[in-house]
């Protein structure tokens, strides 16, 4: 029960309980991270929708490959993470992931190649393990 995410008061009541209530429990926990990952889902396409556009407020930017990667490099994401971010981009919304690609004036070859390999690793992720 804890590996879900239920709160030790929440494991009291069930293991207390009569009659088992830990379905209902479950049932409970499944519609919070459910929310939970809207909200998350939701943010990410606005972040992913500001880097697309370029914009911060009214001022608008622009940045290349390298100064992105240097950029998340100096922030301590290195290469693993930014492969993760891909596929959680490209799951969120794949239109605002190529336009987010396009925006850092990369080859159509390479947007093609970072998005399949994003796509591939998203999929990898979603199958639960046999």
Do not use: C, N, Y
């Amino acid at each position: 029960m804890r590996r879900v995410g239920l709160p030790l008061v929440e494991i009291g009541r069930v293991l207390e309980s009569a009659t088992p209530q830990l379905v209902a429990a479950l049932a409970v926990r499944l519609g919070e991270l459910d929310d939970q990952i809207a909200e998350l889902r939701a943010r990410q396409r606005t972040i992913l929708g500001a880097l697309a556009a370029g914009r911060e407020g009214e001022r608008t930017w622009s940045l290349d490959k390298e100064s992105l990667v240097a950029l998340l490099d100096g922030a301590g994401i290195g290469a693993d993470r930014q492969q993760a971010w891909h596929a959680a981009a490209e799951g969120a919304d794949p239109d605002l992931h190529q336009r987010l690609l396009e925006s850092l004036d990369l080859p159509a070859d390479e947007v093609a190649r970072i998005r399949a390999l994003a796509a591939s690793a998203a999929l990898r992720h979603r199958t639960p393990a046999t």
